[in-house]
Nanobody, 121 residues
Framework: QVQLVESGGGLVQAGGSLRLTCAAS????????MAWYRQAPGQQRELVAS???????IRADSVKGRFTISRDNAKDMVYLQMNSLKPEDTAVYYC???????????????WGQGTQVTVSS
């Protein structure tokens, strides 16, 4: 079995910082693209940032200049450094990854359980 586990969410004041961490574990052959999504109440889930295994990144316009995505391939982990947080960043943040398990010939899509980020004004 493969799973993604997020950590690092919490309550922070506007202008503050948080660092989210997501660890992939289980019978992993290789982790491909990894990403962070978020979903605010009553809103659709949206892409925040993604990173390829080679380190190419994409960030949503709303977080450019404030959020940085990075990964550690040796540890199968992805991080989201969030600076200058705003109340509109409040959401549940989900980790996503395309992972090929040892038992599979091709990668499958996996989601973490989500971690709450709340930014107070």
């Amino acid at each position: 079995q493969v799973q993604l586990v997020e950590s690092g969410g919490g309550l922070v004041q506007a202008g503050g910082s948080l660092r989210l961490t997501c660890a992939a574990s289980g019978s992993i052959f290789r982790v491909y693209d990894m990403a962070w999504y978020r979903q605010a109440p009553g809103q659709q889930r949206e892409l925040v940032a993604s990173i390829t295994r080679e380190g190419t990144t994409i960030r949503a316009d709303s977080v450019k200049g404030r959020f940085t995505i990075s990964r550690d391939n040796a540890k199968d982990m992805v991080y989201l450094q969030m600076n200058s947080l705003k109340p509109e960043d409040t959401a549940v943040y989900y980790c996503h990854a395309n992972i090929r398990s040892i038992q599979s010939d091709y990668p499958l899509s996996y989601w973490g359980q989500g971690t709450q980020v709340t930014v107070s004004s």
